[in-house]
């Protein structure tokens, strides 16, 4: 069965950087794009970018322009997602989800709790 | 950026009541129109794709409608575990969008 498994909770200082990770099982890999959306506490859902696994391109929104990096490693079927230069408002819960179709998501991890603060 | 309108924002209901959620672009997205839900602590889930599609797995009671700019979620008869907050999103064009969501609660 699909499975997007997580990396942990993690706590960062202003300015520093998180990099989540994003481990797939049960399908192959490249053959879906994956994508970044995150949610504050108590907010909606807000969509951060996505990754072609097989080709490692890449598509941000222009909001986290210059401070993310999605990336990947097929041989481990692992997807990451790096946001630097963090703020306070960057806390929030951050997913991973799979694309299949047109851009709609049926697979996601179950979620990376970032809180930053000083 | 497309920007995705959901109303209402929140609403009272009763098990066994017909809900709708709608949502609407601010142009015109065809049928690149999908619904999650989304309980307390969890991922969202994805109940329509395109606008009328049901997903694999979830209950007919579910289904969507509309094309162009507005959109309809319909729960045909609400259900204990439909108690939830819904999101429509577009995937008509990058950046994805999702609507501000609208919280389902028992009345």
């Known amino acids: 069965q699909v499975q997007l498994v997580q990396s942990g909770a993690e706590v960062k200082k202003p300015g520093a950087s998180v990099k989540v990770s994003c481990k797939a099982s049960?399908?192959?890999?490249?053959?879906?794009?994956m994508h970044w959306v995150r949610q504050a506490p108590g907010q909606g859902l807000e969509w951060m970018g996505r990754?072609?696994?097989?080709?490692?391109?890449?598509d941000y929104t222009q909001k986290f322009q210059g401070r993310v990096t999605m990336t990947r490693d097929t041989s481990i079927s692992t997807a990451y997602m790096e946001l630097s230069r963090l703020r306070s408002d960057d806390t929030a819960v951050y997913y991973c989800?799979?694309?299949?179709?047109?851009?709609?998501?049926?697979?996601w991890g179950q979620g990376t709790l970032v809180t930053v603060s000083s | 950026d497309i920007q995705m309108t959901q109303s209402p924002s929140s609403l009272s209901a009763s098990v066994g009541d017909r809900v709708t959620i709608t949502c609407r672009a601010s142009?015109?997205?065809?049928?690149?129109l999908n619904w999650y839900h989304q309980k307390p602590g969890k991922a969202p889930k994805l109940l329509i794709y395109?606008?009328?599609s049901l997903q694999s797995g979830v209950p007919s009671r579910f289904s969507g409608s509309g094309s162009g700019t507005d959109f309809t979620l319909t729960i045909s008869s609400l259900q204990p575990e439909d108690f939830a907050t819904y999101y429509c999103?577009?995937?008509?064009?990058?950046?994805?969008?999702f609507g501000g969501g609208t919280k389902v609660e028992i009345k």
């Open positions: 989800a799979r694309e299949i179709g047109s851009s709609q998501f049926d697979y």
């Open positions: 049960g399908y192959t890999f490249t053959d879906h794009y």
């Open positions: 990754i072609n696994p097989n080709t490692g391109d890449t």
């Open positions: 142009q015109s997205i065809s049928t690149y």
């Open positions: 395109a606008a009328f």
């Open positions: 999103q577009q995937s008509y064009s990058t950046p994805l969008t």
